[in-house]
């Protein structure tokens, strides 16, 4: 269903401009925000009946009712849910980056227990280069779901492009220590090793990845310059 993001008039979904009040209709997101303004709207509502009865009763008591009341009506909406397919589906999109982390950042504020949200917007701060804000973002997602081992693979990943490579291969070795044969933690380390020009080390771990799956075109390059240099020594 779409409307119109200056009238609200029901939408057929083919038109150019809105024919109740004659406003081009631009991008699906305006009209998805029009959408999220009016859910929202019953939730600001929520929140002035709180401020109102507070003001007439003064009771702190029945303020924390309706405060749970506001939360547990967005969870059973599944605003949260919601909002992270939306995430899901812009993150591969390039950028859509700080729209994945408003997402993210709503679903949060719905439950902020989601374990998701945090990997989402992490993984959107990496692509940004803020990697210092992308890795807290990861720790905190695998606090919460401590199996998500992408989760480390992407704080290894962004450890290594901010050029703390000995942390970088820490991270990677956590996830070989729950799957030992873990091409993205082989082939990433291996990727460290080489930018530590420690040739040896990024010969053997290329290797290991290589035997489990093939190797990125970029990691080839990089293998076959390793292997010249070991043969100069």
């Not at 401590?146 to 000995?166: F, Q, S, T, V």
């Amino acid at each position: 269903m779409k409307f119109c993001y200056e009238c609200g008039y029901k939408l057929e979904g083919y038109e150019k401009v809105c024919p109740e009040c004659g406003t081009e209709l631009k991008r699906p997101e305006d009209t998805e925000f029009f959408v999220e303004s009016i859910l929202n709207q019953f939730l600001s509502d929520v929140d002035q009946i709180k401020n109102n009865a507070l003001d007439m009763l003064d009771e702190n008591d029945l303020g924390d009712i309706i405060d749970d009341f506001s939360i547990n009506s967005r969870k059973a909406l599944n605003r949260d849910a919601d909002y992270i397919n939306r995430a899901r589906k812009k993150l591969n999109n390039s950028g859509e980056e700080k729209r994945v982390i408003y997402l993210c950042n709503k679903a949060l504020l719905v439950n902020d227990l989601n374990w998701e949200a945090y990997y989402l917007k992490g993984r959107a701060l990496i692509n940004l280069e803020r990697y210092d804000e992308a890795i807290n973002e990861l720790i905190s997602s695998l606090a919460l779901n401590e199996d998500n081992i992408d989760a480390r693979l992407y704080i290894a990943k962004a450890a290594h492009l901010k050029g703390d490579l000995n942390y970088a291969l820490q991270v990677y070795d956590s996830v070989l220590n729950i799957d030992e044969k873990s091409f993205e933690a082989f082939n990433g380390k291996a990727l460290v090793y080489f930018d530590k020009k420690d040739f040896l080390e990024a010969d053997k771990f290329f290797k290991k990845a290589s035997e489990i799956s093939v190797l990125p075109e970029d990691s080839k390059i990089k293998w076959n310059f390793a292997i010249a240099k070991l043969k100069e020594e």
